[in-house]
């Protein structure tokens, strides 16, 4: 029994800077994420609450516009979305394949559209008094943004974050397709493709912990934020 | 001065014509304390969010101190809005802010040369300990106080209050009455009450218009009992409530 786990820490040992190497992978990926749900997917939820249909800057054209493009980026196999940017990664950035940055351009993507959707729904949460208080007060659209909107949604756009977040990661296991590592390709490659089972495993329960605690902090957060 | 001028009011949705207002011309005085009653349904809320904007007249026109409403452009409504303030039935606090940060939430919007600040709006209302807590942390007659050194901080010329008192019982309702009418009082602004509680307006205003079915019923002189209602014995009020018709 000692012998196995001895075994075992000698073997996960062996792989240890090369596992560490691919959690850095991942880190890349999830950092131009959620840089990107946060600078870009914010602004985008906010737009499509706010051209909605009774709301302060209602826009159909544009509403519909937006809404249309995150439904589709949100519908797409995320394989084929990886695919079918290759040529455009190339153009801007040199090289598509071989390296975390040019596999974080779909992640980017993604992030965008599928933390717009949960800003969306965060901000569709709040009571629509709130609003009205906003407008009686002559608040311009802005200060009803910063100042209302996003102070009675903070928690449950933190919740949000922390979902789209644990998606990110597991969209990011797929990345090895174009060579761009990670933990996920790790598992796949050492694992799967090479039957050092146990090491799977390992990468595997990394994964769920890495969840885990994004989950647990996101949570903790939310909480603290929530005064309602 | 606050002044309807044959205002109709009409709402279109997709199957349904609705003729909220029509036809009303009424005039409010500057500094009066004026009721609006009527039923649910009547159309007094509308009425009242025309005087600061929220709802646009289908026809005829709305005059605030010499300006219409109708063709102002919008940093002109802004500074109407800015010199209104509005009390809601469900006070609209924002429940991620305390207290303090409630009250001052006016001033972070507009630039008021005269104002109060935060500690004399609470302490008018009554509530200078409660300035940390968060709303839910109060009870509702606390969250409308809250709700009205908000309005008052702005020291506004014209105070709207849709059903400010509906969603809170007997006793709390009169203290409510008793905090509007010192600030009636003590900040020299005209008071516009929306309510379908007759006994409010009574305690509260000089004069009160009867809306029905979206018509102006009648306007009517108040006629004020001297006597405070809230120092009074319950039985002597229940006495004139019940033993009048
Ligand atoms: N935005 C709106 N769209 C359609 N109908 C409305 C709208 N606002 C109010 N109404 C209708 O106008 C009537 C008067 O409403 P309101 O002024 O709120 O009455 P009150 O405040 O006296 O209860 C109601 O029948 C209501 O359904
Ligand atoms: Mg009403």
Not at chain 2, 211 to 237: C, F, H, M, W
Request: with cysteine; net charge neutral; charged share 20%.
């Amino acid at each position: 029994m000692i012998e196995t786990i001895n075994l075992y820490f000698e073997h996960v040992l062996e792989y240890l800077p090369r596992m560490l190497e691919s959690l850095g992978e991942t880190g890349i990926m999830l950092f131009f994420a959620i840089l990107a749900a946060i600078l870009l997917g914010i602004p985008v939820g906010t737009l499509l609450f706010l051209t909605s249909s009774g709301n302060p800057m209602e826009h159909h054209l544009l509403n519909r516009l937006v809404n249309t493009l995150v439904n589709i980026i949100r519908s797409f196999p995320f394989l084929l979305l990886v695919v079918a940017m290759q040529p455009f990664i190339r153009q801007i950035y040199g090289r598509a394949t071989g390296d975390p940055i040019a596999a974080s351009f779909p992640m980017i993507v993604i992030a965008i559209a599928l933390y717009a959707r949960f800003v969306e729904q965060s901000l569709n949460d709040i009571p629509k008094a709130i609003i009205e208080t906003a407008q009686s007060m002559g608040a311009t659209t802005w200060q009803l943004v910063w100042k209302f909107l996003y102070v009675e949604a903070r928690s449950s756009l933190v919740i949000g974050f922390t979902t789209a977040v644990i998606s990110f990661v597991s969209y990011s296991t797929i990345m090895g397709v174009v060579g761009g590592g990670g933990i996920g390709d790790f598992a796949i490659r050492y694992g799967y493709q090479r039957y050092e089972t146990d090491i799977m495993y390992t990468a595997i329960v990394l994964i769920i912990l890495l969840v885990g605690l994004f989950q647990w902090l996101g949570l903790k957060v939310a909480k603290i934020l929530d005064k309602r | 001065m606050i002044e309807f001028d044959s205002v109709t009011k009409i709402f279109q949705e997709k199957d349904r014509v609705f003729t909220a207002l029509s036809d009303i011309s009424l005039s409010i005085s500057k500094g009066e304390a004026f009721g609006i009653a009527g039923k649910s349904g009547a159309g007094k809320s509308t009425l009242l969010r025309m005087i600061n904007a929220l709802e646009e007249p289908t026809s005829g026109t709305v005059t605030i101190e010499d300006t219409t409403l109708n063709n102002v452009n919008k940093i002109h409504l802004r500074s109407l809005k800015k010199r209104t303030g509005m009390v809601f039935q469900q006070f609209n606090l924002l429940y991620n802010k305390t207290v303090a940060e409630n009250v001052h939430l006016p001033l972070e919007l507009h630039n008021h040369p005269t104002h109060l600040t935060v500690e004399e709006a609470l302490h008018f209302v009554g509530l200078k300990d409660k300035k940390d807590q968060y709303p839910s942390q109060l009870s509702g007659g606390q969250k409308q106080r809250v709700g009205i050194a908000r309005a008052l901080i702005t020291r506004p010329d014209i105070l709207l209050c849709d059903e400010p008192t509906s969603a809170l019982d007997q006793n709390t309702t009169e203290e409510i009455v008793q905090v509007l009418k010192k600030a009636h009082k003590a900040f020299d602004m005209t008071i516009v009450v929306v309510t379908h509680d007759l006994l409010v307006i009574k305690a509260l205003c000089q004069r009160a218009a009867v809306l029905e079915n979206g018509e102006l019923e009648t306007i009517i002189d108040v006629s004020q009992s001297n006597k405070q209602t809230a120092d009074r014995p319950y039985y002597e009020r229940a006495i004139e409530v019940l033993g009048s018709d």
